[in-house]
């Protein structure tokens, strides 16, 4: 957004800042264009907000590789705090933008040395481990930080992907079980987790993978993509060497499943025949992709089924 800056008072640009960091938001290019036009000169009436305001222009001029804009910044935190974790944090932030990578580890190592309670500095060498392509020292990095912060959900969501990054899907599956126990009543968590059990195969994995998907749907009847895990998982059972009892109740309960879809993604009676294109091209409808589903695991019927 661009903002008319000769009608703005610095006071109006320091509240904007204000509220920006109440809605924690970054929106880097407009605060490098009012710090550049209005409250770079204006420091001095900012009071104790001074400091919280040069953070922010930290931020947001690395996000707009302003490097000379957050070295300056720095400079001026680092003269008034000298030895603060927190400025040497952005220090290592600065580093990173310079692409002085091992330089920006050492500090990051240096603030976890001296406070190991210190999440910030943690996630953030994850983070340039993971930049950087070094996928199994962040997974080892990341492994260490959980042991401290054992409830940081966004921990076990990262963890979880970079197991998946590695084709670790044991661990995966273990990362996403810990966030079901913080959020035992979440739709996408028990989705993901059945994804995951789905992928890794056999027939154990897929019964897991079946059960996480029926809880997907109670929690969420309209997940789309919970059905169709639900309906592929039935489809495998159903052709599997299972017992003849739970092969059926899995037939009857894809029949179900297909019924949810369809009455979710069929499209109006006007709508669902194919329609042809100037070039004489056919579209498909979403019950050709349907029965193509049906087909891909043999029509699943009970009379079919013998021990």
Not at 63 to 90: M, W
Request: glycine content about 6%; charged content about 30%.
């Amino acid at each position: 957004m661009s903002y008319n800056v000769e009608e703005m008072s610095w006071s109006d640009v320091r509240n904007l800042f204000r509220k920006w960091r109440d809605d924690n938001e970054r929106k880097s290019e407009d605060v490098m264009q009012l710090w550049d036009a209005i409250l770079s000169g204006k420091q001095s009436k900012l009071g104790n907000e001074r400091h919280l305001v040069l953070e922010q222009v930290i931020i947001a001029a690395l996000d707009c590789n302003r490097v000379e804009t957050a070295e300056h910044c720095v400079s001026i935190l680092s003269a008034e705090f000298p030895g603060s974790l927190r400025i040497q944090k952005y220090r290592a932030m600065l580093l990173e933008g310079l692409e002085r990578y091992d330089v920006a580890l050492d500090e990051l190592e240096h603030i976890i040395r001296k406070d190991e309670t210190n999440a910030a500095p943690r996630k953030r060498k994850v983070a340039l481990l993971k930049a950087q392509g070094r996928t199994a020292e962040a997974i080892r990095e990341l492994c260490e930080y959980m042991k401290i912060f054992m409830s940081d959900q966004e921990g076990w969501h990262e963890l979880c992907n970079l197991y998946l990054a590695e084709g670790e899907y044991a661990k995966a599956a273990f990362c996403m079980e810990e966030l079901l126990l913080h959020n035992p009543h979440s739709h996408l968590i028990h989705q993901r987790l059945a994804d995951i059990r789905y992928t890794m195969g056999g027939l154990d994995n897929i019964e897991m993978a079946k059960t996480h998907y029926c809880k997907a749907v109670k929690l969420n009847v309209n997940n789309l993509r919970a059905l169709y895990g639900l309906f592929l998982c039935c489809g495998h059972i159903t052709n599997s060497k299972a017992a003849i009892q739970k092969r059926k109740e899995a037939q009857k309960l894809a029949q179900w499943v297909m019924g949810q879809i369809q009455s979710r993604t069929e499209l109006p009676a006007k709508d669902t025949k194919t329609t042809q294109t100037k070039s004489g091209k056919g579209g498909i409808d979403s019950n050709g992709e349907l029965q193509a589903l049906e087909q891909a695991f043999g029509g699943l019927d009970v009379g079919k089924l013998t021990n």
